[in-house]
């Protein structure tokens, strides 16, 4: 779905040049909407065989949708329910190798077969909102991924 462009190195290599390319695009911006625009640009071309991928920002009613590459996703998810609402009550990364047998899944697109939600945390340790990225492969993320993926995050929440 994404025209994804080629890093080199190892996947740890690629993540810490994506993760170098994110921070020279936010370094002197402080509007968190921009920001999100741009990480979820970037990683929509850096990552491959993925479907979707965007942020929630949380508000009084719970994650509302914020600024995501892909197809119409869902407006708003309950705090608790879901893989991004899980990860938002538990402030972790939630990674799902196969959203069926995710109880409570929420499916947004139907090619989803795999997620990893990765939450949004100030410096406080509250929660901002949450990272999501859809694969329409199973078992696409692994610990590289939550790994250089929180990384990412937390370059978008520094001192908020």
Same mark, same amino acid.
């Given at each position: 779905m994404f025209h994804t462009t080629a890093y080199e190195g190892t996947r740890e290599q690629q993540y810490e040049t994506v993760t170098r390319q994110l921070q020279a695009l936010i370094e002197d911006e402080p509007s968190l909407i921009a920001n999100? &625009?741009?990480a979820s640009a970037l990683l929509g071309q850096f990552l491959t065989e993925i479907n979707w991928v965007g942020f929630y920002l949380l508000d009084d009613k719970g994650l509302v949708l914020g600024p995501?590459?892909?197809l119409p996703a869902?407006?708003?998810?309950?705090?608790?329910?879901g893989v991004c609402g899980t990860a938002a009550e538990r402030k972790e990364t939630v990674v799902v190798p196969d959203v069926h047998a995710f109880p409570g899944?929420? &499916?947004c697109d139907a090619a989803s077969r795999s997620e990893i939600v990765v939450p949004l945390l100030a410096e406080d340790g509250s929660l901002i909102g949450v990272l999501d990225i859809d694969s329409p492969v199973t078992d696409r993320f692994d610990e590289t991924d939550r790994v250089h993926l929180e990384r990412f995050a937390a370059l978008l929440t520094a001192g908020r």
């Open positions: 999100l &625009a741009n995501f590459q892909g869902c407006v708003r998810i309950p705090v608790g329910r899944h929420i &499916a």
